[in-house]
């Protein structure tokens, strides 16, 4: 399940599940979001990204859902593996030549074999 | 290449010392950044610099001091810092569209004793 609290937020699931991450954004005239994965150890990697001017965008094993209305960004990973295990970040971006991508607080994904 | 690489991985330094943090990457990206980690934590931006020029300056105290002397390489130069400067330092690269996707070296994993 999922917990959100002072610590980082947690996702467990088991090996083949679907997971979904979700994310709340606070700036309403953000205009590209990027989902991040973070292994231990290592820098932010790109998993995915979306425009505003879209609500749905798929890569290979991942969607990202963007509903603009309530402010929320969802990441879908389809058949997880133990190596999709890490943290991932959203981030948004108030866009034009502004540079300021703003992340969220992160979602600990863990995958049971 | 779609590397950022970050000298050193670790760096261990006292409250009097000078050090120096390096990042370069070869993707013909005109827009780079310093990221400072706390742990379980997200990034935080610090500077930007576009086309070699310090766009952003996130209120970061003086004894952190940027540089970047070609469009391939970003310094951060150290002096005096406090122990609760102790964190991962992710350098950063993206073109400049206005919609920019950054691309992070691993960091360097920085203990002010």
């Known amino acids: 399940g999922e917990s959100v609290g002072l610590h980082l937020p947690t996702l467990s699931v088991q090996e083949g599940d679907n997971s979904i991450i979700n994310c709340a954004y606070s700036?309403?005239?953000?205009?590209?979001f990027i989902w991040y994965k973070q292994e231990s150890g290592k820098g932010p990697q790109f998993i995915i990204d979306i425009r505003s001017n879209m609500d749905k965008r798929q890569g290979q094993r991942v969607t990202v859902l963007l509903n603009k209305t309530v402010k929320h960004l969802s990441l879908q990973i389809a058949a997880t593996q133990p190596g999709d295990s890490a943290v991932y970040f959203c981030?948004?971006?108030?866009?034009?030549?502004?540079?300021?991508?703003?992340f969220g607080k992160g979602t600990l994904l863990t995958v049971n074999p | 290449d779609t590397e950022v690489t970050q000298t050193p991985k670790h760096l261990v330094m006292g409250m009097t010392n000078k050090k120096s943090l390096k990042c370069e990457q070869h993707?013909?990206?005109?827009?780079m950044y310093w990221y400072k980690q706390k742990a379980k934590k997200p990034p935080e931006l610090m500077f930007v610099y576009s086309y070699e020029k310090l766009s952003i300056n996130e209120s970061v105290p003086s004894r952190f001091s940027p540089e970047c002397p070609n469009s391939s390489l970003l310094n951060l130069h150290l002096h005096a810092l406090q122990p609760e400067d102790s964190a991962l330092y992710l350098c950063a690269s993206s073109q400049v569209t206005g919609f920019e996707k950054l691309f992070f070296g691993s960091g360097t994993q920085l203990s002010v004793l």
């Open positions: 981030a948004e971006n108030s866009g034009g030549s502004n540079y300021k991508l703003t």
């Open positions: 700036n309403s005239a953000s205009d590209y």
């Open positions: 993707m013909g990206h005109r827009a």
